[in-house]
């Protein structure tokens, strides 16, 4: 378990929704202020509002891609690629990004799980925005 994890794993557990989980332990490095961070997404928790749609850990994930990824010269359809390579990954550790047929897998571990998938993209993708780091 890698540091940014066990510290989503926490603010999870300390009352934050899983997508703020995820978020928050990479605005800094992404240039996003943590108040702003936890605005955007606070409606994502609980599979969008606690639809149990696609996991808030996951949007958590592409918006991160967002900031990460997505310049005015990036293309949708290349942001878009990240996004499906971000959902495929998480597929292969929990075979779904949807909320509701997750519900066996304990919420802590998804959020540990999208955090390390997005730790290991920035590794092998340089990000295409600064990065604070």
């Given at each position: ?68 990824y997505n310049t005015k010269e990036n293309d949708k ?10 959902a495929q990954n998480f597929k292969d550790r929990n ?10 897998v304990p919420c802590p571990k998804l959020v540990e ?21």
């Amino acid at each position: 378990m890698s540091e940014k994890s066990e510290k989503a794993k926490e603010l999870f557990l300390s009352g934050h929704n899983c997508a703020q989980a995820v978020l928050a332990v990479f605005c800094e490095e992404l240039g996003l202020d943590y108040d702003t961070a936890m605005k955007i997404s606070s409606s994502f928790g609980g599979g969008m509002g606690r639809m149990k749609e696609v996991c808030g850990t996951v949007s958590a994930m592409f918006m991160a891609a967002g900031l990460a990824y997505n310049t005015k010269e990036n293309d949708k359809q290349a942001q878009y690629k990240i996004v499906q390579e971000l959902a495929q990954n998480f597929k292969d550790r929990n075979n779904t990004i949807i909320c509701r047929d997750l519900a066996k897998v304990p919420c802590p571990k998804l959020v540990e799980d999208s955090v390390e998938i997005f730790e290991e993209y920035l590794k092998e993708h340089k990000p295409q925005v600064a990065v604070n780091q």
